[in-house]
């Protein structure tokens, strides 16, 4: 296991279809992180898993958004009816404590 | 909610100068922590180097230093005897030590090392 795999590295889609992406974290981490990071900005926190559970969610994950870990593993990122604004690299990141995070290298998503 | 900012977007040193990287923040708590992260064009972000600030003693690690100043809310990066492989996006980042597991990033600073 050599990091946080994120599938796929590019996608690109047409306004108002859904998309998916997956990342896998580190095995024996239990903490899943999703960030999205525009061009030019920092990455924003968009939500968080202990094992299964979604725990804390941004304003930023609209209704179009969720995400989910079943089993406490892989998790998904789903965002549906894509909007021209949804266009950005989405992170992943894993950590075993609070800190010492890994992060993925991202799912780039744009948005025709 | 807590703000990071990174006031320089670009900067640029000469392989084996130092260069410091600045960075201010805005909080009400008492209790955080804070990191410097780098992020070069493959864009998987790296872990730099790391602050409590209870600590009063700045962090050190190998070539790269922290001057932490909590009543300014200042946490700047010194980078010594830069090295090519140190251009990267570099991003100070906040976390609270009370709430929430996320991180807040600042906007970053694009350093390039000059040969």
């Known amino acids: 296991d050599t990091g946080v795999s994120q599938n796929p590295r590019h996608k690109i889609t047409k306004r108002g279809q859904n998309v998916t992406f997956r990342c896998d974290p580190i095995?024996?981490?239990?903490?899943l992180y999703w960030y999205r990071q525009t061009l030019g900005q920092g990455p924003e926190f968009l939500t968080y898993?202990?094992?299964?559970?979604?725990?804390?969610k941004s304003r930023l994950l609209s209704d179009r958004f969720s995400a989910e870990r079943p089993k406490g593993s892989f998790s998904t990122l789903e965002i549906q009816r894509t909007e021209q604004g949804d266009s950005a690299m989405y992170l992943c990141?894993?950590?075993?404590?609070?800190?010492?995070?890994?992060f993925g290298s991202g799912t780039r998503l744009t948005v025709v | 909610a807590q703000t990071v900012t990174q006031s320089q977007p670009e900067m640029s040193v000469q392989e084996a100068e130092t260069v410091t990287l600045s960075c201010t923040y805005d909080?009400?708590?008492?209790?955080?922590?804070l990191f410097w992260y780098k992020q070069p064009p493959s864009r998987q972000m790296i872990l730099v180097i790391r602050?409590?600030?209870?600590?009063?003693q700045n962090a050190t690690e190998n070539r790269f230093s922290v001057n932490f100043q909590k009543a300014a809310k200042s946490f700047s990066l010194k980078i010594s005897d830069s090295q090519l492989g140190d251009a990267a996006m570099y991003f100070c980042?906040?976390?609270?030590?009370?709430?929430?597991?996320?991180?807040?990033f600042g906007p970053g600073t694009r350093l390039s090392v000059l040969p």
């Open positions: 990141a894993s950590s075993l404590r609070p800190f010492g995070y890994t």
């Open positions: 095995s024996e981490h239990n903490r």
């Open positions: 898993f202990q094992n299964e559970a979604q725990l804390e």
């Open positions: 909080t009400s708590e008492s209790d955080y922590y």
């Open positions: 602050q409590e600030a209870y600590k009063q």
């Open positions: 980042a906040y976390r609270s030590a009370y709430y929430g597991q996320n991180f807040v």
